[in-house]
């Protein structure tokens, strides 16, 4: 039964028509990129109604730790969650498992590590971080960090087996995984936070209790519905398998990783401006993460697609994927650009009640719309690379938004205009690095297979 479900899924990746695959496939990821953003919205709309800045700027200076976190997760997971595409497209449901395992021990292993290794130096690390900007700051950052160092092992699992999920194509089990931690995580904030009065540190165990409810999810859901079921009885580490789980999972992680160094980068320069421009910064990254997660989602619904055509050689038809794909990202994103734009103050004022910091960041987010149509392309590309074996290109385009241009941009326009530079620096970087995926793609050709849209 399980094998009859997974050739079901590799026929039709293989042979439906491909608008309505590609739509089909994308929304529930959009939903779970979704599930995503209001998980990192949760605590902090929910801080944000205590009138406390310091606190909206601990959500900000720890979210730099749980987005290097997310991308360890994003490293196992897409890097054994593509080679299981690649393996089931080609009819290897051995290999497939296999790799499924050495991904989840992996990160578990990894997780187990990081939390024995952080936890007693929270607050030295809350400091690094960016929480030095106060006494009162770094003490609210230092709690909620340290609640976000136990959720470590559940995180990089859930993450894991999520994309494993969903680049296998079974996008729905993906989906509600994800949002059953989602839901969780929403219902007890303002219960722990307002109800027993745990202010910020309540935010952190929604989050902790939220995690632990999704890694259950998958676990259970991993042995049913044609899923490949999670076991370490199939860890084989062998050199080869390694290989491939993380090259292929590298870009994510570059891509995630350098989020988070960068993050912490901006915290620390942001931080000689003082707490308000941090805590706008925080609140206005929220908002922005609101459309281009969006479109990540969208992009993720063409990656089994291409990844298992790819296996199976299907070579034109990952071509006519890809530019389908841009062309309704692309779309997407002017449309999320003039929403965000618009309605910047009414959003802003969802997450913080302070006049000065919605002012700040409504500021940050219409400049951000600015280059906004321009991540269609940008994304999809990356993503593209990835699924077809080629990590390097991959890697460039994934780290040149946030890393490359990103990270002398920081010193250079903050050098030359003080806080303005701060807020002109993601649109400056965005355009840049799309610049850059239109030259790795336009260099890349198929086997046998132009990369160009015949018109």
């Known amino acids: 039964m399980k094998t009859e479900s997974k050739e079901q899924r590799r026929q039709r990746m293989i042979s439906e028509p491909l608008l309505p695959l590609i739509i089909k496939m994308a929304i529930p990821t959009m939903l779970g990129m979704m599930v995503t953003v209001i998980y990192n919205l949760a605590d902090t709309f929910w801080v944000g109604q205590l009138d406390n800045k310091s606190m909206t700027a601990a959500i900000g200076v720890a979210f730099s730790f749980v987005s290097l976190i997310q991308a360890l997760g994003f490293w196992f997971g897409y890097g054994s969650g593509n080679v299981m595409s690649r393996a089931l497209g080609a009819k290897n449901d051995t290999e497939a498992q296999i790799i499924s395992s050495d991904g989840v021990a992996l990160a578990v292993g990894a997780g187990i590590i990081l939390t024995l290794i952080g936890y007693p130096f929270a607050r030295p690390f809350a400091a690094f971080l960016g929480g030095n900007a106060s006494e009162q700051l770094l003490l609210y950052s230092t709690d909620y960090l340290k609640i976000m160092l136990l959720a470590i092992p559940f995180s990089l699992f859930s993450t894991t087996v999520y994309n494993q999920f969903r680049l296998c194509g079974n996008v ?26 745990m202010s910020i540190v309540g935010a952190g165990w929604a989050t902790l209790i939220g995690q632990v409810l999704s890694c259950v999810y998958f676990f259970i859901h991993s042995h049913t519905q044609g899923n490949i079921p999670v076991s370490l009885l199939y860890v084989s580490f062998k050199k080869k398998r390694l290989y491939h789980i993380f090259a292929g999972g590298a870009p994510n992680f570059a891509r995630e990783g350098i989020t988070g160094i960068t993050s912490v980068a901006l915290n620390q320069v942001a931080a000689g401006f003082g707490e308000t421009v941090i805590a706008a910064l925080t609140v206005s990254a929220r908002i922005a993460a609101i459309g281009y997660m969006l479109m990540i989602g969208f992009g993720q619904g063409f990656q089994p697609i291409c990844a298992i055509n790819f296996g199976a050689k299907q070579y034109d038809r990952v071509k006519k994927a890809f530019w389908m794909t ?60 990835q699924n077809v074996g080629q990590y390097f290109r991959a890697l460039l385009i994934s ?43 336009k260099k890349y050709r198929f086997p046998n297979v132009s990369i160009r849209e015949n018109h």
């Open 326 to 385: 841009v062309k309704i990202g692309t779309a997407l994103m002017i449309v999320s650009a003039v929403f965000l734009a618009i309605f910047a103050p009414q959003l802003a004022g969802l997450l913080s009640t302070d006049l000065e910091v919605i002012a700040i960041a409504s500021l940050i987010l219409r400049l951000q719309c600015i280059s906004f149509p321009l991540l269609g392309f940008y994304a999809v590309s990356s993503m593209y690379m």
């Open 172 to 197: 729905k089990d993906a989906m509600i995984g994800l949002l059953i931690g989602m839901a969780a995580n929403m219902i007890l904030d303002p219960i722990l936070i307002f109800g027993f009065q």
């Open 399 to 441: 780290i040149s938004r946030q890393g490359i241009f990103y990270f002398p941009l920081l010193f250079l326009l903050t050098a030359l205009w003080k806080q303005t530079g701060l807020y002109i620096l993601q649109p400056l970087s965005d355009v840049i690095s799309a610049g850059l995926a239109i030259i790795i793609i």
